[in-house]
């Protein structure tokens, strides 16, 4: 099992610019942008940071509403004041280089036991116990016989995994990329390509003649979700550069009046506005887009000012 899969990983790995000849904050950076994101969505984001931002000294010189902005639109951009912050602890407490130990990463804003075990692992090859979504997918198939892993990560998970890592620290470091590439590309969520797959011959859960999971995993809802609000609020000012005034956020009578908003330049006003149709469009109702406008200024991704709101300073 572990050669087969070592052996396909080798094989057929996606050239992926975090992998390979890569600093660590360059793994660390895509640690954080892949938790919630798609690689195919990240991979033009961290492109574009790692040549604004090369090491976590150049990031942490940035203003936070920098940042946000380069965040652009892969979600949950809480993610991004978190590594900022964590640039901004490298710098003060580590002399500007990644720390090493899982233990030592565990200390940044931002970083849990996946990212810390995961950057220790892949940036600096050392041996651990690496456990992702994908990762529990494939064991749970693969060695547990069932169709999707626990609704959240358990104990039994935990050990499973740690009695998989082969003892040979460059091997296990192969292993835990080659499991995660595996759930990535071939045991994914909903339709398993078990016909590719280099060990579907010792497969558990093919063994057991493919049981239906126990639950059915809940889909991320969007529309209409007061994520969705703040994703459209958060476009309207990444695609400002001068505070918006918040009656321009509330209705689309109020469109006309960006062309004469004194807060606008002339180079904004076209991506500004267009943002606002978008966020107009949804057609949110006023007390939802308060709620989403007063979530963004209490966890600090936006402020107002007398002007009205814009990125932080
Ligand atoms: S055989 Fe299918 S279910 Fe089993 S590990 Fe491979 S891809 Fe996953």
Request: with cysteine; net charge neutral.
């Amino acid at each position: 099992m572990h050669s087969a899969i070592e052996n396909w990983f080798t094989a057929t790995a996606r050239d992926l610019p975090w992998r390979g000849d890569c600093s660590p904050w360059g793994v660390l950076v895509s640690e954080i942008m892949l938790q919630q994101t798609p690689v195919v969505r990240v991979q033009p984001v961290w492109e574009e940071w790692l040549r604004r931002w090369p090491t976590p000294a150049a990031l942490a010189a940035e203003p936070s509403g920098e940042v946000l902005r380069a965040w652009g639109r892969l979600g949950y951009p809480r993610r991004a004041l978190r590594l900022h912050a964590a640039a901004t602890a490298i710098v003060e407490r580590f002399g500007g280089e990644v720390p090493g130990s899982r233990e030592e990463l565990l200390t940044l804003p931002g970083v849990g036991s996946y990212t810390a075990a995961a950057v220790a692992a892949f940036a600096f090859g050392r041996r651990e116990n690496v456990v992702d979504t994908n990762i529990r997918r494939v064991h749970a198939r693969l060695v547990s016989g069932k169709a999707l892993p626990a609704q959240a990560l358990t104990a039994a998970e935990m050990a499973l995994s740690a009695s998989l890592l082969p003892a040979d620290v460059g091997e296990s470091v192969l292993w835990n990329a080659g499991v995660m590439e595996l759930g990535a590309l071939v045991c994914t969520a909903r339709s398993p390509k078990c016909g590719l797959c280099p060990v579907a011959g010792e497969c558990a859960w093919i063994a057991a003649g493919r049981p239906e999971p126990d639950y059915i995993p809940k889909g991320q809802p969007w529309a209409g979700t007061d994520r969705q609000v703040r994703g459209a609020v958060m476009a309207v000012l990444r695609a400002a550069e001068q505070p918006v005034h918040r009656d321009l956020f509330l209705a689309p009578a109020a469109d006309l009046a960006v062309e004469a908003e004194p807060g606008l330049d002339a180079a904004h006003r076209g991506p500004v506005r267009t943002a606002l149709e978008k966020l107009h469009a949804l057609e949110t109702d006023p007390s939802q887009l308060e709620r989403a406008i007063a979530g963004l200024l209490t966890d600090g991704l936006a402020q107002h000012s007398p002007t009205g709101l814009h990125l932080p300073n």
